[in-house]
């Protein structure tokens, strides 16, 4: 169900049995925790995968603006894409790189872009 804070539209728990439901909270658990904990303990984390041009940029734009990153790797195209589908469906962002900063899911390459050029990053970075 969407809300004002998440207009997306999901599937409550109340739609899902007992079973997905824990389907769901174990999925690829042990790689989840691995980012989450990530996401909590550094400032800056990319998540991605080898061989995807967009995340090697974002990594590029990062180390170009002396901005220290924990950088995590799942596979590649056709290696541990169910890794990163676990990834995708725990933070809700579709593609790779992956890319957070003080705890907050930013978006990917475009996003991190725009963040460096309008001076939003370094803002929270600050914070």
């Known amino acids: 169900m969407a809300t004002p804070s ?11 049995s007992d079973h997905v439901r ?11 925790t691995e980012v989450s904990t990530a996401v909590e303990r550094d400032a800056v984390v990319v998540v991605g995968m080898a061989t995807n041009p967009f995340v090697k940029k974002a990594r590029k734009a990062l180390a170009a603006a002396n901005i220290e990153f924990t ?8 290696k541990q894409w169910k890794q990163r589908l676990a990834i995708k469906l725990w933070s809700g962002w579709p593609t790779y790189p992956q ?8 978006g990917g390459f475009q996003e991190l872009e725009a963040a460096l050029a309008d001076g939003s990053l370094a803002t929270r970075l600050a914070a």
Request: net charge negative.
């Open 6 to 16: 998440n207009p997306r539209p999901l599937l409550g728990d109340e739609h899902t």
């Open 99 to 106: 890319v957070f900063v003080r705890g907050s899911l930013i």
């Open 22 to 32: 824990a389907q769901i909270a174990n999925f690829h658990g042990t790689i989840v």
């Open 71 to 78: 950088y995590l790797e799942y596979g590649s195209y056709t």
